[in-house]
């Protein structure tokens, strides 16, 4: 259980990252996760994809001499641009910066939009192959709204599991402490073979009474069988498998 949510929250982290950049870029979060993705990929600093979208509406909105006419020789109109989203601004250039004929074409354009976009050149000058890609590993805007949801449910299961990993400590302590000083005792003396039968039977006597607090811990067990009945023992009046 530990491992699963701990794995699981990791992720989600990651996805909440994805969201909030896309929040701030004003895109939806699936399409910006679909341009990191096709970056990592194409072995692209994901940072600075971010961020060259992120500089999309500064730069087409007072666009440079250089960028004017880059946009002229790929057939587009920053003022168009301009009106897109920035991601879509950003896969449009793209994708006529690939179309250019020459490799030099395709770095003196990257150049022109930004003087360390050529870190990019892998993803742009191959970027519908790459994107293609992607689409295979990008989820939907209704899977990023779950994973919210589920962030907090999950939250809400680790509490419950260390407590009930706290129960379990209290009633196996006594039994744990008993058997140690029981065999404390037996390796303090002069054992002899009756001795040694003597103090093992008292350790075997010790430890029938673990089926008590295995019957307890049973119980208590049980009473997880339903996202409720977690949410009880958590102190948590909610139920974290709840849709």
Request: zero cysteines; a negative charge.
């Amino acid at each position: 259980i530990s491992w699963l949510t701990t794995t699981t929250l990791d992720g989600i982290e990651k996805l909440d990252a994805i969201t909030d950049s896309a929040t701030a870029l004003g895109i939806q979060a699936s399409d910006l996760q679909r341009l990191q993705i096709a970056a990592d990929l194409a072995d692209a600093p994901v940072e600075l994809l971010t961020s060259t979208i992120g500089r999309m509406e500064t730069l087409l909105g007072d666009p440079s001499p250089d960028l004017s006419r880059t946009l002229e020789k790929l057939g587009l109109d920053a003022k168009k641009l301009k009106e897109m989203r920035a991601d879509q601004a950003f896969a449009a250039i793209a994708t006529e910066i690939s179309k250019l004929p020459t490799h030099a074409d395709k770095l003196a354009a990257l150049g022109d939009i930004g003087k360390n976009n050529r870190e990019l050149a892998n993803l742009v000058m191959n970027f519908e192959r790459f994107v293609e890609q992607a689409d295979k590993f990008t989820l939907t805007e209704s899977q990023f709204s779950i994973s919210d949801k589920a962030s907090e449910s999950i939250k809400q299961l680790q509490h419950t599991f260390g407590n009930i990993t706290n129960i379990i400590a209290v009633e196996l302590s006594p039994v744990v402490v008993e058997v140690s000083g029981l065999l404390k005792d037996i390796l303090a003396s002069d054992v002899t073979q009756s001795g040694l039968y003597t103090g093992l039977a008292a350790i075997r006597s010790t430890l029938d009474g673990v089926g008590e607090s295995a019957r307890t811990l049973k119980d208590i067990l049980a009473a997880t069988q339903t996202g409720s009945q977690i949410g009880m023992i958590a102190g948590l009046d909610v139920n974290p498998f709840a849709q």
